[in-house]
């Protein structure tokens, strides 16, 4: 079995030697994965820093002490995949998070599109907004991830158009031959850059929504021939870039 992570505050380049874990992710470590002397971890940041370490002893409930052989660097990988992610219904956002973090999506943009139900106001849209990151930093730990998706604040669709605009390569996925949809499995995809992916809420993109995102570059491409939820196609798209872009060989 690969080793848990674990994040951390802060990993400098000169951290070794003994290192001391504590606080709710010692309490983690000693209570609930009950590490024990002998056993390895990891530690990162979640920005791409990292170090594996040793467990020398575990103390009292909540206090990991460490060897840490040295601090490593994963850079960031190309291209890099933004999932634009339209606010789902109930808790299938954090659903989409969770997955895409599986998966390996680079970055996640909350989308309040026109036929989304939901929409995050005031207090309530912070909050959501705060499970999406919490659940993206969870997500990443458990899949041994140590450079975690970023999570933007909640964008607008001029916004989005912005971010499509910059991209080396973007996409909306739709459905309906009807727009003239190709085959995402056929694309074109850059070696490099910023591949921007936009998914719509479960009544689907707007045609004026639509028409503003072609005008930025855009186009509309069809994930295969069933429909998806809105939940799992960010997720189902992310595996056939991250597969075709040769991230995953």
């Known amino acids: 079995m690969t080793a848990p992570v674990f994040v951390v505050e802060h990993l400098r380049a000169g951290d070794g030697g003994e290192y001391v874990l504590d606080g709710p992710e010692g309490r983690h470590a000693v209570s609930v994965k009950r590490l024990r002397p002998g056993e390895t971890v990891v530690l990162t940041d979640g920005a791409g820093r990292w170090a594996e370490g040793e467990v020398t002893a575990a103390e009292g409930k909540d206090r990991l002490v460490l060897h840490l052989t040295g601090v490593s660097e994963e850079p960031p990988r190309e291209p890099r995949i933004t999932v634009v992610q339209a606010l789902p219904k109930g808790d299938r956002g954090e659903l989409a998070v969770e997955t895409m973090t599986e998966t390996g999506v680079d970055a996640i943009v909350p989308w309040a599109a026109a036929r989304c139900v939901t929409q995050w106001r005031g207090e309530r849209g912070l909050k959501a907004l705060a499970k999406w990151r919490a659940t993206a930093r969870e997500a ?18 001029k916004q989005v158009a912005a971010l499509l605009a910059k991209a080396d390569f973007a996409a909306v996925l739709h459905e309906d031959r009807e727009y003239g949809s190709e085959p995402l499995a056929t694309a074109a995809l850059p070696a490099e850059g910023e591949i921007v992916l936009v998914v719509g809420p479960e009544g689907g993109v707007s045609p004026e929504e639509l028409a503003l995102f072609e005008e930025a570059g855009a186009k509309a491409y069809r994930l295969g021939p069933t429909v998806l939820r809105t939940s799992t196609a960010g997720t189902a798209a992310t595996a056939l870039l991250l597969g075709r872009t040769g991230r995953w060989s």
């Open 140 to 157: 990443g730990k458990q899949s041994r991830r140590v450079r975690f998706p970023e999570v933007a604040d909640a964008s607008t669709s």
